[in-house]
Protein backbone atom coordinates (compact mmCIF):
# COMPACT_ATOMS: atom_id res chain seq x y z
CA UNK A 1 0.00 0.00 0.00
CA UNK A 2 1.27 3.34 -0.81
CA UNK A 3 -0.10 6.95 -0.65
CA UNK A 4 0.18 9.97 -2.82
CA UNK A 5 2.40 12.95 -1.10
CA UNK A 6 -0.36 15.07 -0.86
CA UNK A 7 -2.48 12.16 0.75
CA UNK A 8 -0.23 11.60 3.53
CA UNK A 9 -0.09 15.89 3.40
CA UNK A 10 -3.74 16.49 4.28
CA UNK A 11 -4.02 13.17 6.71
CA UNK A 12 -1.08 15.14 8.63
CA UNK A 13 -2.09 17.99 8.82
CA UNK A 14 -5.43 16.81 9.82
CA UNK A 15 -3.64 15.32 12.59
CA UNK A 16 -1.75 18.71 13.66
CA UNK A 17 -4.54 20.15 16.45
CA UNK A 18 -4.23 16.31 18.06
CA UNK A 19 -0.24 16.53 18.02
CA UNK A 20 -0.33 19.84 19.19
CA UNK A 21 -2.66 18.76 22.09
CA UNK A 22 -0.16 15.87 22.75
CA UNK A 23 2.85 17.81 22.74
CA UNK A 24 0.91 20.42 24.98
CA UNK A 25 0.05 17.68 27.69
CA UNK A 26 4.07 16.88 27.57
CA UNK A 27 5.53 20.16 27.95
CA UNK A 28 5.60 23.23 30.53
CA UNK A 29 4.24 25.82 28.34
CA UNK A 30 2.34 26.35 24.73
CA UNK A 31 5.59 27.59 23.02
CA UNK A 32 7.66 25.04 23.81
CA UNK A 33 4.69 22.23 22.51
CA UNK A 34 5.06 23.70 19.03
CA UNK A 35 8.37 24.12 19.30
CA UNK A 36 8.75 20.26 19.86
CA UNK A 37 6.10 19.08 17.62
CA UNK A 38 7.65 21.22 14.90
CA UNK A 39 10.95 19.55 15.43
CA UNK A 40 9.33 16.38 15.50
CA UNK A 41 7.60 17.25 12.34
CA UNK A 42 11.01 18.08 10.79
CA UNK A 43 12.49 14.84 11.83
CA UNK A 44 9.54 13.21 10.17
CA UNK A 45 10.75 14.21 6.58
CA UNK A 46 14.24 12.58 7.64
CA UNK A 47 12.00 9.09 9.04
CA UNK A 48 9.64 9.00 6.28
CA UNK A 49 11.10 5.54 4.94
CA UNK A 50 10.06 3.95 8.80
CA UNK A 51 6.67 5.18 8.16
CA UNK A 52 4.82 1.59 6.95
CA UNK A 53 1.62 2.67 5.35
CA UNK A 54 -0.44 0.22 7.13
CA UNK A 55 -0.04 1.42 10.48
CA UNK A 56 -1.36 4.20 11.99
CA UNK A 57 -0.14 7.53 11.00
CA UNK A 58 -1.06 8.92 14.09
CA UNK A 59 0.96 6.92 16.30
CA UNK A 60 4.08 7.01 13.94
CA UNK A 61 4.10 10.34 14.73
CA UNK A 62 2.79 10.49 18.67
CA UNK A 63 6.20 8.43 18.40
CA UNK A 64 8.17 10.48 17.12
CA UNK A 65 7.18 13.41 19.16
CA UNK A 66 8.31 11.17 21.98
CA UNK A 67 11.50 10.75 20.35
CA UNK A 68 11.71 14.02 19.92
CA UNK A 69 10.82 15.11 23.85
CA UNK A 70 12.85 12.24 25.76
CA UNK A 71 15.77 14.24 23.90
CA UNK A 72 14.96 17.41 24.99
CA UNK A 73 14.56 15.97 28.00
CA UNK A 74 17.98 15.06 28.06
CA UNK A 75 19.48 17.93 26.61
CA UNK A 76 18.05 20.22 29.19
CA UNK A 77 19.13 17.85 31.80
CA UNK A 78 22.93 18.55 30.69
CA UNK A 79 22.15 22.07 30.03
CA UNK A 80 20.86 22.28 34.30
CA UNK A 81 24.29 20.33 35.24
CA UNK A 82 26.18 23.05 33.66
CA UNK A 83 23.99 25.50 34.80
CA UNK A 84 24.08 24.15 38.72
CA UNK A 85 28.09 23.45 37.99
CA UNK A 86 28.41 26.98 36.86
CA UNK A 87 26.48 27.98 40.33
CA UNK A 88 23.17 28.97 38.56
CA UNK A 89 19.55 27.36 39.71
CA UNK A 90 17.22 26.87 36.99
CA UNK A 91 14.20 28.71 37.57
CA UNK A 92 11.66 26.16 38.58
CA UNK A 93 7.61 26.78 37.21
CA UNK A 94 5.68 27.74 40.17
CA UNK A 95 3.21 24.61 41.30
CA UNK A 96 0.81 26.74 43.14
CA UNK A 97 -2.45 27.28 42.04
CA UNK A 98 -4.56 30.37 42.71
CA UNK A 99 -7.49 28.70 44.68
CA UNK A 100 -6.75 28.00 47.39
CA UNK A 101 -3.05 25.57 46.82
CA UNK A 102 -5.44 23.73 44.80
CA UNK A 103 -3.00 22.50 41.48
CA UNK A 104 -4.40 23.19 37.96
CA UNK A 105 -4.46 20.12 35.76
CA UNK A 106 -1.61 21.36 33.56
CA UNK A 107 0.53 22.10 36.82
CA UNK A 108 -0.37 18.66 37.73
CA UNK A 109 0.82 16.84 34.43
CA UNK A 110 3.95 18.52 35.41
CA UNK A 111 4.48 16.65 38.63
CA UNK A 112 4.25 13.51 37.30
CA UNK A 113 7.38 11.59 36.23
CA UNK A 114 7.72 11.44 32.43
CA UNK A 115 6.97 8.03 32.34
CA UNK A 116 3.70 8.30 33.72
CA UNK A 117 2.70 11.65 31.74
CA UNK A 118 3.37 9.55 28.50
CA UNK A 119 1.18 6.94 29.48
CA UNK A 120 -1.60 9.47 30.99
CA UNK A 121 -1.20 11.80 27.98
CA UNK A 122 -1.71 9.25 25.20
CA UNK A 123 -4.45 7.17 27.04
CA UNK A 124 -6.03 9.37 29.38
CA UNK A 125 -5.73 12.46 26.92
CA UNK A 126 -5.22 11.12 23.25
CA UNK A 127 -7.65 8.32 23.65
CA UNK A 128 -5.13 5.49 22.62
CA UNK A 129 -5.89 1.82 23.58
CA UNK A 130 -3.39 0.46 25.93
CA UNK A 131 -1.72 -1.47 22.85
CA UNK A 132 -0.78 1.60 20.67
CA UNK A 133 -0.08 3.32 23.68
CA UNK A 134 2.21 0.37 24.78
CA UNK A 135 3.55 0.73 21.25
CA UNK A 136 4.21 4.24 21.18
CA UNK A 137 6.21 4.36 24.76
CA UNK A 138 7.97 0.80 23.77
CA UNK A 139 6.69 -0.67 27.11
CA UNK A 140 5.28 -4.02 27.31
CA UNK A 141 1.11 -3.85 28.30
CA UNK A 142 1.63 -4.15 31.87
CA UNK A 143 4.29 -1.32 32.51
CA UNK A 144 1.76 0.59 30.70
CA UNK A 145 -1.14 -0.24 32.93
CA UNK A 146 0.98 0.14 36.20
CA UNK A 147 2.65 3.54 34.88
CA UNK A 148 -1.10 4.91 33.97
CA UNK A 149 -2.17 3.53 37.50
CA UNK A 150 0.53 5.63 39.06
CA UNK A 151 -0.61 8.37 37.11
CA UNK A 152 -4.21 8.13 38.02
CA UNK A 153 -2.95 7.69 41.49
CA UNK A 154 -1.11 10.82 41.57
CA UNK A 155 -3.25 13.07 39.89
CA UNK A 156 -6.07 12.53 42.18
CA UNK A 157 -3.84 13.30 44.52
CA UNK A 158 -2.47 16.52 43.13
CA UNK A 159 -5.86 17.91 41.86
CA UNK A 160 -6.80 17.93 45.48
CA UNK A 161 -5.59 20.22 47.59
CA UNK A 162 -1.75 19.93 47.80
CA UNK A 163 1.00 20.41 46.15
CA UNK A 164 4.14 18.84 44.07
CA UNK A 165 5.88 17.76 47.69
CA UNK B 1 -17.12 -9.76 42.66
CA UNK B 2 -14.35 -7.83 43.60
CA UNK B 3 -12.67 -5.57 40.70
CA UNK B 4 -8.85 -4.66 41.17
CA UNK B 5 -8.03 -0.84 40.32
CA UNK B 6 -6.57 -2.09 36.97
CA UNK B 7 -9.42 -3.51 36.08
CA UNK B 8 -12.00 -0.73 36.66
CA UNK B 9 -9.46 1.41 35.13
CA UNK B 10 -9.47 -1.20 31.74
CA UNK B 11 -13.10 -0.73 32.08
CA UNK B 12 -13.15 3.23 32.30
CA UNK B 13 -10.67 3.03 29.45
CA UNK B 14 -13.07 1.35 27.53
CA UNK B 15 -10.62 -2.00 27.57
CA UNK B 16 -12.58 -4.35 27.89
CA UNK B 17 -15.10 -5.98 25.57
CA UNK B 18 -17.75 -8.71 25.85
CA UNK B 19 -18.27 -11.17 28.92
CA UNK B 20 -15.80 -9.51 31.21
CA UNK B 21 -17.07 -5.75 30.78
CA UNK B 22 -20.60 -6.98 31.50
CA UNK B 23 -19.69 -8.75 34.77
CA UNK B 24 -17.57 -5.48 35.62
CA UNK B 25 -20.56 -3.39 34.67
CA UNK B 26 -22.68 -6.04 36.77
CA UNK B 27 -20.53 -5.42 39.74
CA UNK B 28 -21.22 -1.84 39.20
CA UNK B 29 -24.74 -1.61 39.28
CA UNK B 30 -24.62 -3.70 42.73
CA UNK B 31 -21.74 -1.51 44.70
CA UNK B 32 -22.53 1.76 45.08
CA UNK B 33 -18.93 2.29 46.39
CA UNK B 34 -17.44 0.89 43.13
CA UNK B 35 -20.09 3.28 41.04
CA UNK B 36 -18.46 5.72 43.00
CA UNK B 37 -14.92 4.78 42.17
CA UNK B 38 -15.75 4.70 38.14
CA UNK B 39 -16.99 8.09 38.84
CA UNK B 40 -14.08 9.80 39.88
CA UNK B 41 -12.31 7.57 37.22
CA UNK B 42 -14.36 8.93 34.63
CA UNK B 43 -14.42 12.58 36.13
CA UNK B 44 -10.46 12.49 36.02
CA UNK B 45 -10.96 11.42 32.12
CA UNK B 46 -13.16 14.09 31.62
CA UNK B 47 -10.87 16.97 33.70
CA UNK B 48 -8.11 16.10 31.77
CA UNK B 49 -9.83 16.00 28.30
CA UNK B 50 -10.89 19.69 29.52
CA UNK B 51 -7.45 21.22 30.22
CA UNK B 52 -6.33 20.45 26.95
CA UNK B 53 -8.77 19.72 24.24
CA UNK B 54 -9.11 24.01 23.66
CA UNK B 55 -6.29 23.15 21.73
CA UNK B 56 -8.17 21.52 19.29
CA UNK B 57 -10.12 24.71 18.44
CA UNK B 58 -6.77 27.01 18.25
CA UNK B 59 -5.99 27.99 15.02
CA UNK B 60 -2.59 25.87 14.22
CA UNK B 61 0.51 28.16 13.76
CA UNK B 62 1.18 28.53 10.25
CA UNK B 63 5.43 27.28 11.11
CA UNK B 64 3.35 23.96 11.62
CA UNK B 65 1.58 23.76 9.03
CA UNK B 66 4.56 24.21 6.58
CA UNK B 67 6.58 21.83 8.28
CA UNK B 68 3.81 19.51 8.43
CA UNK B 69 3.79 20.24 4.63
CA UNK B 70 7.44 18.96 4.06
CA UNK B 71 7.12 16.65 6.45
CA UNK B 72 4.48 14.72 3.64
CA UNK B 73 6.20 16.00 0.47
CA UNK B 74 10.11 16.46 0.86
CA UNK B 75 10.87 17.10 -2.53
CA UNK B 76 13.65 16.23 -4.70
CA UNK B 77 16.20 15.07 -1.57
CA UNK B 78 14.13 11.99 -1.17
CA UNK B 79 13.46 11.66 -4.93
CA UNK B 80 17.33 11.87 -5.53
CA UNK B 81 17.93 9.46 -3.05
CA UNK B 82 15.33 7.11 -4.76
CA UNK B 83 17.83 7.55 -7.46
CA UNK B 84 21.00 6.71 -5.71
CA UNK B 85 19.33 3.63 -3.94
CA UNK B 86 18.42 1.99 -7.28
CA UNK B 87 21.79 2.36 -8.79
CA UNK B 88 23.17 1.01 -5.51
CA UNK B 89 20.55 -1.90 -5.81
CA UNK B 90 21.43 -2.32 -9.33
CA UNK B 91 25.35 -2.80 -8.69
CA UNK B 92 24.41 -4.74 -5.15
CA UNK B 93 22.74 -7.35 -7.26
CA UNK B 94 20.89 -9.33 -4.96
CA UNK B 95 21.78 -7.95 -1.39
CA UNK B 96 18.41 -6.14 -1.07
CA UNK B 97 18.54 -4.22 2.24
CA UNK B 98 15.73 -3.94 4.38
CA UNK B 99 16.73 0.07 4.21
CA UNK B 100 16.27 -0.45 0.35
CA UNK B 101 12.85 -1.87 0.26
CA UNK B 102 11.55 1.30 3.18
CA UNK B 103 13.35 4.03 1.13
CA UNK B 104 11.34 2.39 -2.21
CA UNK B 105 7.96 2.62 -0.28
CA UNK B 106 8.88 5.95 0.79
CA UNK B 107 9.86 6.56 -2.96
CA UNK B 108 6.45 5.59 -3.93
CA UNK B 109 5.11 7.84 -1.10
CA UNK B 110 6.62 11.03 -2.75
CA UNK B 111 5.80 10.70 -6.39
CA UNK B 112 3.25 8.14 -6.58
CA UNK B 113 3.53 6.11 -9.31
CA UNK B 114 6.30 5.08 -12.06
CA UNK B 115 9.11 7.12 -9.76
CA UNK B 116 11.49 5.88 -12.36
CA UNK B 117 9.94 7.27 -15.22
CA UNK B 118 9.30 10.50 -13.74
CA UNK B 119 12.60 11.16 -12.35
CA UNK B 120 14.25 9.90 -16.01
CA UNK B 121 11.94 12.22 -17.73
CA UNK B 122 12.24 15.05 -14.74
CA UNK B 123 16.36 15.18 -16.21
CA UNK B 124 15.42 15.13 -19.97
CA UNK B 125 12.90 18.09 -18.88
CA UNK B 126 14.73 19.85 -16.89
CA UNK B 127 13.62 23.28 -18.17
CA UNK B 128 10.26 22.20 -17.70
CA UNK B 129 10.30 22.66 -14.58
CA UNK B 130 12.58 23.97 -11.45
CA UNK B 131 13.29 22.85 -7.83
CA UNK B 132 13.39 25.74 -5.86
CA UNK B 133 13.08 25.96 -1.76
CA UNK B 134 12.01 22.39 -1.78
CA UNK B 135 9.27 23.38 -4.34
CA UNK B 136 8.87 21.83 -7.82
CA UNK B 137 7.92 25.10 -9.80
CA UNK B 138 6.76 25.21 -13.55
CA UNK B 139 9.13 26.76 -16.03
CA UNK B 140 9.59 27.28 -19.82
CA UNK B 141 6.92 25.79 -21.90
CA UNK B 142 4.82 24.31 -18.69
CA UNK B 143 4.90 27.46 -17.03
CA UNK B 144 3.48 29.32 -20.49
CA UNK B 145 1.02 26.75 -20.70
CA UNK B 146 -0.11 26.63 -17.27
CA UNK B 147 -0.55 30.24 -17.78
CA UNK B 148 -1.96 31.12 -20.90
CA UNK B 149 -3.35 27.80 -22.02
CA UNK B 150 -7.41 26.90 -22.31
CA UNK B 151 -8.35 23.26 -21.86
CA UNK B 152 -8.53 21.62 -25.42
CA UNK B 153 -7.16 25.02 -26.73
CA UNK B 154 -3.19 23.58 -27.39
CA UNK B 155 -1.60 24.30 -30.67
CA UNK B 156 -0.97 20.68 -32.77
CA UNK B 157 2.14 19.12 -31.56
CA UNK B 158 2.18 21.09 -28.34
CA UNK B 159 4.66 19.55 -25.80
CA UNK B 160 2.21 20.37 -23.17
CA UNK B 161 -1.48 20.03 -23.06
CA UNK B 162 -3.58 21.59 -19.73
CA UNK B 163 -6.79 19.36 -19.08
CA UNK B 164 -9.01 20.44 -15.83
CA UNK B 165 -8.55 23.54 -13.74
CA UNK B 166 -10.28 24.22 -10.61
CA UNK B 167 -10.33 26.20 -7.63
CA UNK B 168 -8.60 24.52 -4.46
CA UNK B 169 -9.90 24.74 -0.95
CA UNK B 170 -7.75 26.83 -0.10
CA UNK B 171 -8.72 28.94 -3.05
CA UNK B 172 -6.02 29.28 -5.33
CA UNK B 173 -5.93 27.94 -8.73
CA UNK B 174 -4.94 24.70 -9.79
CA UNK B 175 -4.53 22.98 -13.30
CA UNK B 176 -3.84 19.43 -14.44
CA UNK B 177 -1.27 18.86 -17.26
CA UNK B 178 0.12 16.09 -19.94
CA UNK B 179 3.76 16.42 -20.87
CA UNK B 180 4.24 14.36 -24.13
CA UNK B 181 7.48 13.58 -25.02
CA UNK B 182 9.54 9.73 -25.28
CA UNK B 183 7.63 9.28 -21.75
CA UNK B 184 4.39 11.10 -21.34
CA UNK B 185 3.82 12.28 -18.33
CA UNK B 186 0.88 14.08 -15.95
CA UNK B 187 0.65 16.12 -13.42
CA UNK B 188 -1.20 18.80 -10.99
CA UNK B 189 0.39 21.92 -10.45
CA UNK B 190 -0.99 25.29 -8.14
CA UNK B 191 -1.10 28.66 -8.40
CA UNK B 192 1.28 30.11 -5.41
CA UNK B 193 2.51 33.35 -5.22
CA UNK B 194 2.27 34.22 -8.95
CA UNK B 195 3.88 31.02 -9.90
CA UNK B 196 3.22 27.32 -10.51
CA UNK B 197 3.91 25.06 -7.91
CA UNK B 198 4.24 21.22 -9.84
CA UNK B 199 2.25 18.71 -6.90
CA UNK B 200 2.00 15.70 -8.58
CA UNK B 201 3.65 14.25 -11.32
CA UNK B 202 2.99 10.87 -12.34
CA UNK B 203 4.32 8.67 -15.65
CA UNK B 204 1.39 7.55 -17.56
CA UNK B 205 1.67 5.03 -20.68
CA UNK B 206 0.30 6.69 -23.10
CA UNK B 207 -3.95 5.92 -22.50
CA UNK B 208 -5.70 7.72 -19.99
CA UNK B 209 -3.69 10.64 -20.22
CA UNK B 210 -5.39 14.28 -20.03
CA UNK B 211 -4.79 15.76 -23.46
CA UNK B 212 -5.34 13.19 -25.85
CA UNK B 213 -8.75 14.04 -26.34
CA UNK B 214 -11.02 17.12 -27.37
CA UNK B 215 -13.55 17.55 -24.16
CA UNK B 216 -10.93 17.94 -21.82
CA UNK B 217 -12.14 20.00 -19.28
CA UNK B 218 -14.70 18.18 -17.70
CA UNK B 219 -12.44 14.40 -18.48
CA UNK B 220 -11.75 13.45 -14.69
CA UNK B 221 -11.87 9.75 -15.00
CA UNK B 222 -9.41 10.27 -17.55
CA UNK B 223 -6.80 11.01 -15.29
CA UNK B 224 -4.72 8.69 -13.71
CA UNK B 225 -5.90 7.49 -10.78
CA UNK B 226 -3.37 8.82 -8.66
CA UNK B 227 -3.59 12.43 -9.89
CA UNK B 228 -7.58 11.76 -9.85
CA UNK B 229 -7.29 11.29 -6.52
CA UNK B 230 -5.10 14.19 -5.55
CA UNK B 231 -7.61 16.84 -7.48
CA UNK B 232 -10.22 15.31 -5.54
CA UNK B 233 -7.93 16.06 -2.32
CA UNK B 234 -8.00 19.51 -3.42
CA UNK B 235 -10.92 20.71 -5.09
CA UNK B 236 -13.30 22.81 -3.93
CA UNK B 237 -16.95 22.36 -5.75
CA UNK B 238 -16.47 21.56 -9.86
CA UNK B 239 -13.97 22.03 -12.46
CA UNK B 240 -14.22 25.28 -13.87
CA UNK B 241 -16.25 25.61 -17.55
CA UNK B 242 -14.79 27.15 -20.27
CA UNK B 243 -16.36 30.72 -19.49
CA UNK B 244 -15.10 30.52 -15.49
CA UNK B 245 -11.60 29.07 -16.99
CA UNK B 246 -11.23 32.22 -19.21
CA UNK B 247 -12.20 34.80 -16.78
CA UNK B 248 -9.61 33.39 -14.29
CA UNK B 249 -6.85 33.90 -16.93
CA UNK B 250 -7.65 36.89 -17.40
CA UNK B 251 -7.01 37.74 -14.08
CA UNK B 252 -4.04 35.91 -14.20
CA UNK B 253 -4.77 33.25 -12.09
CA UNK B 254 -5.45 35.64 -8.88
Keep these: MSSPPDLLQSQIIELLPKLRRFARSLTRNPHDADDLLQGALERALTHLEQWQADTRLDSWLYTIIKHAWIDELRSRARRKRTFEDAGHVEDLPDHRGDAGGTLSVEQAMQCLPEDQRLAVALVLIEGL ?15 LTSRLARGRQRLQELLGPGDCA | MTVSDELLAAYVDGELEGAERARVEQAIAQDSQLAQRVAQQRALR ?19 AQAARLAAAPGPAQVIDLARVRAERARRGSQRSVKVR ?35 LARGTLARALSEQLAGGAPAGAEVRVGLSFKSRTGNYCRTFAISGSHLMAGLACRDQEQWQVLNLVGTEGAGVPGN ?22 ISGEPLNAAAEAKARNDDWH
Design chain 2, 46 to 64: ARLRGAYDSVLQEAVPKRL
Design chain 1, 129 to 143: PYKEAAQIIGVPMGT
Design chain 2, 213 to 234: GQNLRMAASSLPPALLQAVNER
Design chain 2, 102 to 136: RLTIAASLVVGVMAGVVLQRLSTSAALTEFHDGSL
